[in-house]
C-alpha cells in the first residue's frame, strides 16, 4: 500500500479526475482517506500523481455515471471532484445507487448536473457573434460569461450549427476558436469583457428584425426574466430596443384587437329565446365561416321542459345531411351508453356547442376536424339562448370542446370528468367523454375502459338529479318527474 495520501491535486478537468480515481480505486483508497482538489481552488499547488498497481481491485463503472459525471465536472463548486469519487467508490459496492433519489449525494449529484445543463442551455440560446473584418477572411467573435466551466461542452454545438465560419468565443475562464478550413478547434487561455468586439454593423439589422417580428400579444415580462435573467441582457444587441419595445407594446395590443374582426352569432341570434324561434333563425348565421362549407345549421332536439340536457361538439357527417343531432354512429352509441345509465334520451334535450359541420374534404369522404376556440365562442350565443330557454337543472357536455364551451379554454376533461361543477352560464355542470372518443379507441380494452367511464359519469349524473330534486324543483314550473328508464 502506498503511504496516506492527505490531498490529491489534480487539473481541473474531468479527464484529470477520471485517471486519479482509477488510480485511487485500484490502491483501495476510501473517500475518507483522500481529499482530491483541482488547481483553481488552491492555485500553485504541484500535480499529485499516484500510478495504479497492476493486482489491484476489479473496477466497474457504469457508463451512465461516466456521462453524467463529465457533466457536473463542470460545475464549479470545489467539492464536485470529491462527491463524484464518493459516489464512485461507492458504486462498486451498490450497483443501483444512482437510482436512489433521497441519497444525500445522489441528490446532489443530480442537482449539480441540472445547473450545469442549464447553464449550457443558456449558452446555446444568448450567445451572439459579431463580426470582425480582416484584409483577407472574416472572423465572427463572441464574448460570454457563463456560470460554470462549460466551455468544453458547448463547443461541438456551435462547431455544427456555424461549421462554414471562421469563430472564437471568448469567456473569462477560456476561449475557443474553430477554423473551417482545417477543420480544427482549438482552446486557449480566458480573456475579458473588454477584449471582445463591442459591435458591429450587422446589430442594427439585427435590431430591426427583431422589432419588426416582436409579438406584443404574447409578451410576459416575468416569463421572459425566468427563462431569460437580466444578466445575459446586455450581450443580446436585440434587448437595446426591448424597453421602446414594451412602451409601445399596449398600443399594439389594442391595434391588433380592433384590427380583426371577432367572429359572434350574436347578431343571429333572436331576442326572443324560444326554441321555434330559435330553430327558424339559426339557417341565416353566418357569425363564422363554418357555415359556407356544411349543408345545414343542426338545431338541438328534445323537450322544452328537459331536466337534463346533453351537449356535444359539432354535427358530424349524417347529422350535417339530416339535419338532426346525433344520428350517426356516435348517436347510436349514446343511445346504448345512455339506456345503459337509466336515461330516458326522450326525455332529454340533445344539441352541440357548434352547429355546423366542420371537415375536410378527402376525395369523396368528408373527415371530422375539431373547432377552434374562437368557432366555438362565436356559437355560444346560440347555445345560451338554448339553455335560456330550457332551463335545465343539469347539463352534462360531452367532450373536451362541449366542456369549454361552458367551462372555459383551461378545462381539463380526464381529471375533472363526472365531477358536478358550477358555470357562468349555468348553475350545475358535469363532463364526459363524448361518444365519438369511444368509438377511436384503438384497443378493445381501451374503447371498454372508455365507455365504462362515460356509463358511470350518466349514472352519477343522475343519482345526483334524484338526490337534488326536492332542492331545486319550482313549485310553479311543471317538470317531469321521469327522465329515467
Not at 470529491?82 to 444512482?98: F, H, V
Not at 376556440?373 to 357536455?397: F, G, N, Q, T, Y
Request: net charge neutral.
Amino acid at each position: 500500500m502506498l503511504p496516506f495520501v492527505p490531498e490529491v491535486v489534480i487539473e481541473p478537468a474531468f479527464e484529470a479526475w477520471r485517471d486519479q480515481a482509477r488510480s485511487l480505486l485500484t490502491q483501495g483508497i476510501s473517500p475518507d482517506a483522500v481529499k482530491i482538489i483541482d488547481t483553481l481552488t488552491q492555485p500553485g499547488l504541484a500535480f499529485t500523481k499516484i500510478e495504479p498497481v497492476e493486482a489491484g481491485r476489479n473496477i466497474s463503472v457504469p457508463r451512465d455515471f461516466l456521462e453524467r459525471a463529465s457533466v457536473v465536472a463542470c460545475h464549479r463548486n470545489p467539492e464536485r471532484w470529491q462527491l463524484l469519487y464518493r459516489l464512485l467508490w461507492r458504486l462498486q459496492s451498490e450497483r443501483n445507487l444512482l437510482k436512489v433519489d433521497i441519497d444525500e449525494d445522489v441528490a446532489l449529484f443530480r442537482r449539480l448536473e441540472h445547473q450545469v445543463r442549464r447553464d449550457l442551455h443558456k449558452m446555446h440560446a444568448f450567445l451572439r457573434f459579431r463580426r470582425v473584418n480582416f484584409e483577407r477572411d472574416e472572423l465572427y467573435v463572441a464574448w460570454y460569461e457563463p456560470d460554470h466551466y462549460i466551455l468544453n461542452l458547448a463547443a461541438p454545438f456551435f462547431r455544427e450549427r456555424f461549421a462554414v465560419m471562421r469563430w472564437s468565443i471568448l469567456t473569462p475562464d477560456a476561449s475557443v476558436s474553430w477554423d473551417p478550413d482545417a477543420k480544427r478547434i482549438q482552446f486557449g487561455l480566458g480573456v475579458s469583457r473588454e477584449a471582445a468586439p463591442q459591435e458591429d454593423e450587422l446589430e442594427s439589422v439585427w435590431r430591426t428584425y427583431y422589432g419588426s417580428i416582436f409579438n406584443p400579444a404574447r409578451l410576459n415580462t416575468r416569463a421572459m426574466r425566468n427563462e431569460m435573467p437580466v444578466r445575459y441582457w446586455k450581450n443580446l444587441p436585440e434587448l437595446n430596443v426591448l424597453p421602446q419595445l414594451l412602451e409601445k407594446a399596449g398600443g399594439r395590443v389594442d391595434a391588433m384587437i380592433g384590427g380583426q374582426g371577432k367572429l359572434s352569432a350574436a347578431a343571429y341570434v333572436p331576442e326572443a329565446h324560444e326554441l321555434p324561434v330559435l330553430r327558424e333563425s339559426i339557417p341565416q348565421c353566418r357569425g363564422c365561416d363554418l357555415h359556407a362549407g356544411a349543408t345545414q345549421a343542426v338545431f338541438g332536439q328534445g323537450p322544452e321542459n328537459a331536466r337534463l340536457m346533453l351537449i356535444g361538439e359539432q354535427p358530424g357527417d349524417e347529422e350535417d345531411r339530416s339535419g338532426q343531432p346525433f344520428v350517426g354512429p356516435a348517436g347510436r352509441l349514446l343511445n346504448e351508453i345512455l339506456r345503459e345509465s337509466g336515461i330516458d334520451r326522450q326525455q332529454v334535450y340533445v344539441t352541440n356547442a357548434v352547429k355546423h359541420f366542420k371537415y375536410v374534404q378527402r376525395g369523396k369522404l368528408r373527415l371530422h376536424q375539431s373547432p377552434r376556440m374562437s368557432e366555438i365562442v362565436a356559437c355560444r350565443p346560440w347555445l345560451l339562448a338554448e339553455l335560456d330557454a330550457i332551463k335545465p337543472e343539469l347539463v352534462v357536455c360531452l367532450g373536451a370542446s362541449a366542456a369549454k364551451s361552458l367551462l372555459g379554454a383551461q378545462f381539463a376533461l380526464m381529471r375533472e370528468h363526472g365531477k358536478i361543477l358550477s358555470s357562468a352560464y349555468a348553475p350545475q355542470v358535469m363532463a364526459t367523454l363524448h361518444p365519438s372518443a369511444i368509438l377511436r379507441a384503438t384497443e378493445a380494452t381501451r374503447e371498454e375502459e372508455m365507455r365504462t367511464m362515460m356509463t358511470e359519469d350518466l349514472k352519477a349524473a343522475v343519482a345526483h338529479m334524484q338526490a337534488v330534486k326536492p332542492a331545486i324543483q319550482s313549485p310553479v314550473e311543471h317538470r317531469p318527474t321521469r327522465i329515467f328508464v
